[in-house]
């Protein structure tokens, strides 16, 4: 079974401030996704990757298959960015995600 | 395209009492998922779906949790009866396959 771990757990940074946010994983895996959770519950989809590099707007996602590791990088954030990262990687195919517990932002004006 | 559809939104209820939540995946998305997120953590899966069938249920505790998809698109997880660890928010997902997963926005249980 896939062990996810997310750092930090929790952060604050003031508005402007370039963000990174780290994920692990333990198995060989198909697929990463980061996704972000709002208060009211509801997650989105940022990216899926399975190598390389991402990047859409102000949020760039790269992965290291042979390290077993993925980074979130938030550029000029800002107070709207605040809400929960999460990590989950696919093992193989169709099979269900397995989620980190999170990284909690706190973007400050 | 629509998102995935969940309801209700929010839901308080006793312990003891039942409760069902109903999910409406994106059209043409065979794989359901049926995931609960405690307060402070990562969400779980519960049970997956492809089209009406069950792909794994290993981690629903059965003896209270029950799901169903007939005819292979909305479902619905029932609880009966319900404990106050049961509290949490409900996620429903749904995906084609080997793609990414599109999430609902969830309903948020409280169990008092």
């Known amino acids: 079974k896939n062990e996810v771990e997310q750092s930090p757990q929790n952060l604050t940074a003031q508005e402007g401030e370039f963000i990174t946010i780290n994920c692990s994983y333990s198995?060989?895996?198909?697929?990463l996704h980061w996704l972000q959770q709002h208060p009211g519950g509801g997650i989105v989809s940022l990216f899926m990757?399975?190598?390389g590099k991402k990047k859409h707007g102000r949020l760039i996602a790269t992965i290291n298959i042979q390290e077993k590791h993925s980074s979130l990088h938030i550029t000029a954030s800002h107070p709207r960015d605040s809400a929960v990262y999460i990590c989950?990687?696919?093992?193989?195919?169709?099979?269900?995600?397995?989620f980190g517990k999170g990284t909690r932002l706190s973007v400050i004006a | 395209e629509a998102g995935v559809a969940q309801s209700p939104r929010y839901k308080i209820i006793e312990k003891r009492q039942s409760v069902a939540f109903w999910c409406n995946p994106i059209?043409?998305?065979?794989?359901l998922y049926w995931y609960q997120q405690i307060l402070g953590q990562g969400p779980k899966l519960l049970i997956q779906?492809?089209?009406?069938?069950?792909?794994?249920d290993s981690q629903l505790p059965k003896d209270r949790f029950s799901a169903e998809r007939l005819k292979g698109v909305d479902s619905t997880l029932k609880i009966q009866p319900a404990k106050l660890e049961d509290s949490a928010v409900y996620l429903c997902?749904?995906?084609?396959?080997?793609?990414?997963?599109?999430f609902g926005q969830g309903t948020r249980l409280t169990v008092v």
């Open positions: 198995v060989g895996i198909s697929a």
């Open positions: 989950a990687v696919r093992n193989s195919g169709n099979t269900p995600l397995v």
């Open positions: 990757l399975s190598s």
């Open positions: 779906f492809q089209n009406n069938g069950v792909v794994d």
């Open positions: 997902a749904s995906s084609r396959q080997s793609t990414e997963a599109f």
């Open positions: 059209s043409g998305h065979a794989t």
